[in-house]
């Protein structure tokens, strides 16, 4: 269902609770950099990229710093083994490189497109889904990118321009990724204001929200760079120091945005205790087993970013804004979530049929669960 900007304001859900409902499609999408791969760096990672995309379990994969076309047969044969993966056709390009990877039980490959800078390519990738039954297919689009390292104000200038020349030519599909190694130092550089405020193209949500900090104990669950605290012989070479810093993204366009199911983003590996002096690996990871942490110690200088959306859904019903024509389930609970995954209303309908008021809700994206389904929500 299309929906311009006025209905999609005024854009609500309808939850029917009988079996004749069609299943969503949730779809795993994770970023990873993967540390400047190439036949001659493989550097004995194969098999720490699997125990990592294994765990993960990624329904599409964007990688950054891919250095030749090795890494597609290697990945497709060799890491990504739990289902029949293909790679998106290597280019080549100034300095490092993009590639998809995309379950093709899942997704059909459109076609990509590259958007030059003065460093790197920025990579769109088009795909769309495979759904079950007679749900319609989705079109996604993903970028994925590689911007400037380093703090100094000629590098911060170069990512806004970066940033700029992919607004210059963003597309105008509804369902957007926007990913990678953005290497951002915080909300007010000019590269992450283009993005979510920008003055001209696209805007984009920030699922973390945009008043993160690096370098920050209230923020050290998000961190992504870098997971060594020394260098490591035998692992791609790379940087050291500790993670605190936020470098790996995921933006969504308005429209996707409330199909990212809350919580979800998923900087994987990251345990949030302080390891800005510190490995993944020491202190003890408390989020992954002692396999995955010295995996992803020695794979990348990166953690990889996941995330969980819903695609192929039945279309939301366009009504009344300030509540929502829900046909609930009496004695069943319905809790609604917000972007950053918190319970910001719980009902308990006591009849069928009953409506589910949001009056109490600012405008914003929603996510509303029963507790076996999510469904997304606009206000």
Not at 85 to 93: H, R, V, W
Not at 132 to 139: K, M, Q, R, Y
Not at 336 to 350: K, M, P, R, W
């Amino acid at each position: 269902m299309n929906t311009t900007p006025r209905l999609l304001a005024a854009l609500t859900l309808i939850l029917v609770a009988c079996a004749s409902v069609r299943a969503t499609d949730t779809l795993r999408v994770c970023t990873y950099n993967v540390l400047a791969y190439s036949a001659s760096n493989e550097d004995g990672r194969i098999p720490n990229y699997r125990i990592v995309l294994q765990a993960i379990d990624p329904d599409l994969l964007i990688c950054q710093e891919v250095e030749d076309a090795t890494m597609g047969p290697r990945f497709v044969n060799e890491v990504l083994t739990l289902r029949p993966f293909a790679a998106s056709p290597f280019i080549d390009g100034p300095d490092s490189d993009n590639q998809l990877f995309y379950d093709q039980t899942k997704f059909t490959f459109i076609g990509q497109r590259i958007i030059t800078t003065e460093l790197r390519n920025i990579a769109e990738f088009t795909v769309a889904t495979i759904p079950a039954g007679d749900l319609p297919a989705d079109t996604l689009v993903i970028y994925s990118m590689h911007l400037k390292a380093t703090s100094d104000a000629n590098s911060t200038a170069q990512r806004g321009r970066e940033i700029a020349r992919l607004q210059a030519s963003v597309t105008t599909q509804r369902y957007v990724l926007l990913g990678g190694d953005l290497n951002l130092y915080g909300t007010s550089e000019i590269g992450y204001q283009s993005i979510v405020n920008p003055t001209t193209g696209r805007k984009f949500i920030d699922p973390l929200g945009n008043s993160w900090l690096r370098n920050s104990t209230q923020w050290l669950s998000i961190y992504t760079q870098c997971p060594r605290i020394t260098q490591i012989a035998a692992c791609g070479g790379g940087v050291d120091g500790g993670l605190d810093d936020r470098f790996d993204f995921l933006f969504a366009s308005e429209e996707l945005a409330p199909r990212i199911i809350p919580g979800s983003v998923t900087p994987f590996g990251n345990d949030g205790q302080d390891r800005r002096a510190a490995s993944i690996t020491v202190p003890t990871n408390t989020k992954v087993s002692k396999e995955i942490a010295d995996a992803l110690l020695c794979a990348a200088d990166h953690l990889p970013v996941y995330t969980d959306i819903i695609l192929g859904s039945t279309p939301a019903s366009v009504n009344d804004a300030r509540s929502m024509e829900s046909g609930l389930q009496a004695g069943r609970t319905y809790r609604v979530l917000n972007v950053q995954g918190q319970i910001v209303l719980t009902h308990t309908a006591s009849v069928d049929g009953e409506v589910l008021s949001t009056l109490s809700l600012p405008n914003g994206f929603y996510m509303v669960t029963d507790g076996s389904r999510y469904m997304p929500l606009v206000k």
